[in-house]
């Protein structure tokens, strides 16, 4: 997880908790991120309009983990339970996921702000293969 002084992580919670009641925890973040979605027709990927910080939190409600990017482009942030039907593919420096409307999006990880190793991929594959809490 970034480096995010005690009163950075409250005031973060506090911002998600606004959208969400039942997010009790931040699991991980990074600064900046950059979303693209996949073109079929033109078979290209191509950026939208959010870019922001990345947060992984915990919930204490079903589904119990999920994922936000706060847009610092405009006031739509990207929500994402993580649940069975997300599936994710890591090629660093890119997370790749698909979720149950089979869109298919890329969230541009800057590696100087987050570094994903192996185990840190097992812990999100844990998570979204059916691990309660």
């Not at 925890?25 to 191509?46: H, M, R």
Request: net charge negative; hydrophobic share 40%.
């Amino acid at each position: 997880m970034e480096s995010l002084s005690r009163a950075g992580q409250e005031m973060s919670l506090a911002a998600l908790k606004q959208h969400d009641p039942y997010i009790t925890s931040i699991a991980d973040l990074t600064g900046q991120v950059a979303l693209y979605t996949f073109c079929p027709k033109a078979n290209q990927w191509e950026k939208t309009d959010i870019e922001g910080t990345l947060f992984v939190y915990r919930r204490s409600a079903s589904p119990y983990h999920g994922f936000t990017i706060v847009n610092r482009l405009n006031m739509h942030n990207l929500v994402e339970p993580v649940n069975k039907d997300l599936e994710f593919q890591l090629h660093e420096p890119f997370l790749l996921y698909r979720n149950a409307s089979c869109e298919y999006l890329i969230c541009l990880l800057q590696i100087i702000y987050l570094q994903l190793k192996l185990s840190d991929f097992s812990f999100y594959q844990h998570i979204i293969l059916g691990d309660s809490r």
